[in-house]
């Protein structure tokens, strides 16, 4: 006699927030298959969104580094954030409003036993977003600054690495709950 004993999945983030039993859907539509022919049409475009915003918040920590450990002058450091900077915190908080304004509550409606895992989303994104507004305020004394500001790279470079580890937490939980969706719609 077979027993059918429900498989196990797991968040795929060692940090997450998710609970297991949110993942039901990952039963259909695994990580492993989110980029098959089959589902990538659905899947791929909120996916490369997700890779251009790790792209970015990688582009401005390694500009960052690279003052800290000397690789890179003041002049060259200040434009390089700037202009990253401007173009992360944009395109976030539209991503954000779009997540919070359409998708989430359309796939709350849709799949209420996710009622307390998008909670989880949208607190990251209240969370999130404390954060770019230190960020971008951090950025305007940058803007400001006429003369190297150790102490200024310093908080930019530890409020990057706290948008980072927020970013890619949530991220990565965001798509355990949303790609499985898309997929399967
Ligand atoms: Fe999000
Ligand atoms: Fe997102």
């Known amino acids: 006699m077979s027993t059918n004993i429900p498989a196990l999945h797991l968040p795929r983030h060692a940090d997450s927030l998710l609970s297991a039993e949110w993942l039901f859907l990952h039963d259909h539509l695994p990580p492993d298959d ?21 792209q970015r918040q990688g582009r401005l920590q390694q500009t960052s580094n690279a003052y800290q450990d000397n690789r890179l002058d003041w002049a060259n450091y200040k434009s390089q954030t700037l202009r990253q900077l401007s173009s992360h915190i944009d395109h976030l908080h539209g991503h954000h409003s779009i997540e919070d304004g359409q998708y ?11 009622t307390a895992g998008f909670a989880i989303l949208d607190n990251d994104h209240h969370t999130l977003n404390a954060a770019l507004h230190d960020l971008q305020q951090s950025g305007r004394a940058l803007y400001r600054a006429t003369l190297e500001d150790q102490r200024l790279a310093d908080t930019l470079h530890q ?11 949530h991220l990565s939980d965001e798509e355990d709950l949303v790609i499985p969706i898309l997929g399967l719609n």
Do not use: C, E
Not at 34 to 54: C, E, G, V
């Open 34 to 54: 989110w980029f098959n022919p089959d589902y990538a049409y659905k899947t791929s475009t909120w996916l490369a969104m997700h890779s251009r915003i790790q």
């Open 104 to 114: 989430f509550p359309r796939f709350v409606r849709n799949y209420p036993r996710l």
């Open 159 to 169: 409020q990057l690495g706290q948008v980072g580890t927020l970013l890619s937490r």
